[in-house]
């Protein structure tokens, strides 16, 4: 019996041993753990649009009036450049209507544009090249007169003569324009803000004892503002000043006819050509009286292309 106890004390012991081996190893090498379960990688998901890139198409450049040069340099642009767009005509009020919508809801847009406009200091604008240069190069803006007028009233033809401003002289009339519809008030504003370079262009003898002077003008913003800022030159010293809006050919014509006195914004050598050799003959260019003026089509800075060459590939 002794023996078979010693046995069964045995094999408890081994036992025992053999449990203890099993269980338990080195620290660096722990007893067998389940493997955690390989997790399937993610497909590649497609990164977000930018939200600040809009993205969307173009049908149509939105013009002004029909009688503008820039209308006809942009029909010009779709027959050289082959492109697959309308041109909307309306008027520089209802393209930069246009345009602020546009920019406000993040769309496309183009847009015929010119330099000065105040609309390149309220928004991020961009010319699109035009290497086929349909749209010439840099131009000036004149003031024309008809024949006769220096005759008639010669303080008033060399206060022409002496008118001339710079980009940031004319768009400070033109912001003001923009913030506020009172463009006689603008004009007489900013004449006692620039008193000294006024004096600069007043001759002698420019008093008009209520004589009649009449002026043509295209509703642009820099017509707007050159205009009424002459014609309150010409009131303050005396002379009962009308202002005439009228589309590009119209007043062009009329001065050719003697039926207005001047313009102010002639805008040569390129958007004017055509009216320039149809009656360049019978009016007078007095003087440039602004530097660096340019024509083309403009779109917001996020449009994605630079170039009217690139047009029909963003064509709806």
């Not at 023996?3 to 269980?23: D, Q």
């Not at 338990?24 to 930018?50: Q, T």
């Not at 509703?219 to 005396?238: K, M, P």
């Amino acid at each position: 019996m002794f023996k078979n106890k010693l046995m069964i004390v045995t094999l408890i012991l081994l036992t025992a041993f053999a449990l203890v081996f099993t269980g338990c190893g080195p620290a660096d090498e722990p007893a067998d753990v389940e493997e955690p379960v390989d997790v399937e990688e993610p497909a590649d998901v497609e990164e977000p649009a930018d939200v600040d890139e809009p993205e969307g198409s173009i049908s149509e450049i939105t013009g002004i009036d029909p009688g503008a040069g820039i209308m006809a340099a942009t029909e010009d642009a779709i027959e050289v450049y082959g492109l697959n767009v309308g041109l909307l005509e309306s008027s520089d009020a209802a393209m930069t209507a246009e345009l602020d919508t546009a920019i406000q809801n993040e769309e496309w847009i183009i847009v015929t544009g010119w330099s000065p406009h105040w609309k390149f200091a309220a928004y991020d604008l961009k010319y699109l090249e035009d290497p086929e240069e349909v749209f010439g190069g840099e131009e000036y803006i004149a003031t024309i007169a008809r024949t006769g007028l220096e005759e008639d009233h010669p303080a008033v033809f060399e206060l022409l003569e002496n008118f001339n401003w710079t980009d940031d002289e004319i768009g400070a009339v033109m912001d003001m324009n923009a913030q506020d519809s009172d463009f006689e008030a603008n004009a007489e504003q900013w004449i006692e803000e620039n008193r000294d370079l006024v004096d600069e262009w007043i001759p002698e003898g420019l008093e008009g004892n209520g004589e009649e002077i009449d002026i043509l003008l295209v509703e642009w913003d820099c017509a707007l503002a050159s205009t009424n800022v002459v014609a309150a030159i010409l009131r303050e010293a005396g002379f009962d000043v009308t202002m005439t809006p009228v589309d590009a050919g119209v007043m062009w014509s009329s001065i050719a006819e003697g039926d207005a006195d001047f313009m102010t914004t002639a805008w040569l050598p390129g958007t004017h050509a055509s009216y320039m050799e149809q009656f360049g003959d019978d009016v007078v260019e007095v003087r440039t009286n602004y530097e660096g003026a340019r024509i083309g089509l403009v779109v917001p800075t996020y449009v994605p292309f630079d170039s009217i060459a690139d047009i029909n590939d963003y064509v709806e």
